[in-house]
């Protein structure tokens, strides 16, 4: 019996402590889902940014994006806004100072901060500030204003001699202060105010003008002879010493006129010497030559428009015959009476020139042939001299028998001289005459007949194209250019029916000539035939063009110089100077040469097929050793106080000066701006003088005029791309105009240009129906008094149907309940036109970045990401921005819960 109790107590107890871990067990697993179930319940999250951040920096008027979410939670308000959906998104407009944003609902709050950029606002007075005393100080009151700064660091004077005193610096001053300051010169005062949180800043500035004490005076305007001097021959006038000075003035001018008020240059006497600043002009000097009786005026004034003016007459005595201004002018050329060359290749002939002038200010040199026709002769033409006496010597280039001309006149009364000199050129008489006239026939052009003319002569130096005969009648001349002609050349000529053609050239200095017909006749088709001359048997005409040397830059001897030639139709060419030199090249070639002096070159090529050589020449000047130089000027005319462009460029010079300009001692400039002053209808003149150093004796001069016109009121035209545009959108401005300085803009930024063709771009913003006027404001510097305005306008128009929203993205988690340190993969399909972000508690996931959708239309991109060791419950949410400007898709969350951990006893 004992045994059988044992038993049933061992069943009984194994039995209990069955039903005991069954117990356990769903005890537990109870426990599990009742923690789950207060787990899902009790979950709360909120979440709210400003630009897609906790916090944003933006400029007063921008556009903020605020965007909430929230879960978990219920009865949702933000403190700006008021009661708001759970999930949700608000454009605001950021204010004048730093806004919180707060989000609060019934579980859980939180806030988003946007701050903006300050502003900083300077003032003085008064404007225009005076001492007390002369020489003493001035005193200002200087006040200023931030808004949305948190301190301003510094306040600074700038002086106009550009000296900086510091008011205050690094220092957190207040935000709204004023101080006294003593000035002495034109200031301007720059305020700086910062923002410690957005970390921005802004910049003021007020500028002050100075007044010094007392009226302006000019207390001297004199010379060291008094007001009058007897003419001196060495200066062909009066060397004087004028002293000057003035004080309370900003600048003074000067300048001088005849005795029957017109104006005049006077080297020395400068025109306008601004002092711009100074308070105290004193004891100034000049050593001036005066050609003639002259009245000097001294004008010194304020900037703010205060002035005085003074001056002084001074008499020339004794002014010999010749002496100046109302004495006859003088010329005088002196040039060999012939010249000779070997051979016609030879020419343009070099001839050594000298001339002399007095008393006249400007000089023109012209060349005309035996037959009155203007000739150019290099280094002759287009040169002008100086006011006075002026003496020149220098080397010319002449291609036949010449008169030359030397002429110079006085401006101020008209009076002129000439000097005309004939220079006979001819070829030596050991070669007798001779031409080879040819033609060949070329294609028509536009259905006219045409051949090609081709000529070399031997013996001569002088061709001309006699008249052609058609049909009978005669026409014109053949050459291009009429009249004389090239002693070699080719050129192609229409035929208009039956035609001679004839050619003379002769030897001017033997009297020898010699004359070359060609006939030509036009077939049943229209078509040439070569009826008498030489004839290219070739149809495909021959031809050859060179590339030529600039005989206006002379080359050193034994430089390296490229000449370059294009030939069709050709066999091969040759390159020859008549002497040493014969390379064979191909028909398009270049070939090196280094002539020691200056060089005709010949390419002569022999058509494909045989016939005549076709041939072209070019001719390489050499510098002989003499100082040269070339002045320029951009415009010929221009307004009183306008600006020209001086240009020079001499050879074998070392230094190049003027009287009239500013050289910087350089012996080339490309670009030298030069005031111009004067009365209207004034000839501004302008020389410049280069020599070697040291002085090689025969220094080189060239000399520009620019006559002074009527000023000429500005004008404008402005012009917009779309007078009709949506809120928001862009337009283009242009604009063009003339004779104006400078260019100001109401509604848009001209930078003061006075031309714009790339266009200036504003975006129109307003409400429908709304028209936005843009104007713009041209003038002259100083202005004119007629500024030009021109005006167009945008309307705003009803903006077009809103874009299509994008597709809601798809956004999960797998799985979405895990065990403690398990990982989990975030899943996200996102279509055509959004760009997304995933975010936790407000903090971008680290690793995914951002997320783009399809690049086309009904396109997408998916993607996952697997977040590691999952230990709490957390909550993503996906945020979409749409890239066409329809509404955001609403933000999606998932959540990821973690079972609890459960141990078995």
Not at 267 to 279: A, L, M, V, Y
Not at 315 to 340: M, R, Y
Not at 534 to 546: E, L
């Amino acid at each position: 019996m004992s045994n059988t109790l044992t038993m049933n107590s061992l069943i009984r107890k194994q039995l209990s402590q069955s039903v005991a871990k069954l117990l356990v067990v769903a005890m537990a697993t109870m426990f599990v889902w009742l923690a789950l179930g207060s787990i899902v319940a009790s979950a709360a999250s909120v979440s709210i940014t400003v630009n897609g951040a906790s916090s944003a920096s933006v400029n007063p008027g921008d556009t903020v994006k605020l965007a909430w979410n929230a879960s978990g939670v219920t009865n949702c308000s933000i403190n700006t806004i008021g009661s708001v959906p759970l999930t949700g998104k608000k454009d605001v407009i950021a204010g004048s100072s730093n806004t919180t944003y707060t989000i609060t609902c019934t579980g859980g709050s939180k806030s988003a901060t946007i701050s903006v950029s300050p502003t900083a606002n300077v003032w003085a007075s008064p404007s225009i500030a005076s001492p007390d005393k002369a020489g003493g100080k001035a005193e200002v009151l200087v006040q200023w204003d931030s808004k949305n700064a948190s301190k301003c660091t510094e306040l600074k004077a700038t002086g106009a001699s550009g000296k900086v005193r510091y008011l205050f610096k690094d220092a957190n001053e207040k935000v709204k202060d004023k101080l006294t300051d003593q000035i002495s010169e034109k200031t301007t005062y720059t305020l700086k105010c910062v923002n410690t949180q957005s970390n921005k800043s802004d910049t003021d500035t007020a500028t002050v003008n100075f007044e010094p004490f007392g009226p302006p005076d000019i207390y001297q305007l004199k010379t060291n002879k008094g007001t009058s001097a007897a003419y001196d021959p060495d200066y062909a006038g009066v060397k004087v010493k004028i002293s000057w000075g003035a004080t309370n003035v900003d600048y003074c001018e000067r300048k001088a006129e005849d005795l029957n008020g017109n104006e005049i240059k006077i080297t020395g006497w400068t025109i306008k010497r601004p002092n711009s600043g100074t308070k105290w002009i004193q004891a100034f000097a000049d050593n001036v030559i005066l050609p003639e009786s002259v009245k000097l005026t001294l004008t010194c004034g304020r900037d703010s428009g205060q002035d005085v003016s003074q001056s002084l007459t001074f008499t020339v005595t004794d002014i010999p015959p010749g002496g100046g201004a109302g004495k006859p002018v003088e010329t005088e050329l002196i040039v060999p009476a012939s010249v000779t060359v070997p051979k016609a290749s030879d020419l343009p002939a070099k001839v050594n020139v000298s001339i002399e002038a007095k008393y006249g200010d400007q000089c023109f040199y012209t060349a005309k042939n035996l037959k009155g026709q203007s000739v150019s002769v290099s280094k002759w033409t287009n040169r002008l001299n100086h006011w006075f006496d002026t003496t020149d010597n220098f080397d010319i280039f002449v291609p036949e028998t010449v008169d030359l001309t030397f002429r110079c006149t006085r401006s101020s009364d008209g009076a002129e001289d000439s000097d005309t000199k004939r220079i006979t050129v001819s070829v030596s008489p050991n070669v007798p005459p001779k031409i080879v006239f040819s033609a060949s026939p070329l294609p028509k052009a536009n259905g006219q007949a045409q051949v090609l003319l081709n000529w070399v002569t031997e013996g001569v130096n002088k061709c001309t194209d006699d008249d052609v005969i058609t049909n009978g009648s005669v026409t014109d001349f053949w050459y291009k250019n009429g009249g004389a002609l090239p002693l070699a050349g080719v050129t192609p000529v229409p035929i208009y029916g039956n035609t001679t053609l004839s050619l003379t050239c002769e030897n001017t200095s033997t009297g020898e000539d010699t004359t070359e017909t060609v006939i030509i006749e036009l077939d049943g088709s229209g078509n040439p035939n070569i009826i008498q001359g030489s004839a290219v048997v070739n149809p495909n005409a021959p031809s050859i063009v060179v590339t030529n040397v600039d005989p206006d830059t002379p080359v050193k001897p034994d430089d390296i110089v490229d000449i370059t030639w294009d030939g069709e139709n050709v066999d091969h060419c040759v390159l020859s100077d008549g002497a040493a030199v014969s390379i064979t090249g191909l028909p398009d070639d270049t070939k090196s040469v280094s002539p020691k002096t200056t060089t005709t070159y010949t390419i002569s090529c022999p058509p494909i097929g045989g016939g005549p050589d076709v041939f072209d020449t070019t001719t390489v000047e050499v510098d002989d050793g003499n100082p040269t130089v070339d002045l320029s000027v951009s415009e010929n005319e221009v307004e009183p106080g306008g600006t020209v462009v001086l240009s020079w460029e001499s050879y074998n010079t070392d230094i190049c000066t003027s009287a009239d300009f500013n050289t910087a001692n350089a012996t080339s400039n490309t670009a030298l701006p030069v005031q111009v002053n004067g009365s209207i209808g004034t000839v501004v003149t302008y020389t410049i003088t280069c020599d070697k150093n040291p002085t090689s004796g025969k220094p080189a001069t060239d000399t520009v005029s620019v006559t002074i016109k009527a000023a000429t009121d500005p004008s404008v035209n402005l012009s917009v791309d779309k007078t009709e545009v949506e809120s928001g959108d862009d337009i283009t401005l242009k604009w063009t105009s003339k004779n104006a300085d400078v260019c100001n803009g109401t509604n848009f930024n001209t930078s003061g240009a006075t031309n714009n063709n790339a266009g200036v771009t504003d975006t129109v913003v307003g409400a429908v129906g709304t028209v936005v006027t843009y104007t713009i404001t041209c003038d002259k510097n100083p202005t004119s008094g007629k500024p030009a305005t021109d005006t167009v306008k945008v309307t705003i128009k009803d903006n077009a149907l809103p874009p299509t929203p994008p597709s809601d993205p798809e956004f999960k988690v797998e799985p979405s309940v895990v065990r403690q340190g398990d990982p989990v993969l975030i899943i996200w399909t996102i279509d055509f036109g959004l760009t997304c972000e995933i975010t936790s508690g407000g903090v971008a996931v680290a690793g995914v970045g951002t997320l783009t959708g399809g690049t086309v239309p009904d396109s997408s991109v998916s993607g996952s990401y697997e977040l590691k060791n999952i230990t709490a419950e957390k909550t993503y949410t996906l945020t979409c921005t749409s890239d066409n400007g329809a509404p955001d898709p609403d933000p999606q969350n998932v959540t990821v819960r973690v079972l609890p951990e459960v141990q078995e006893s």
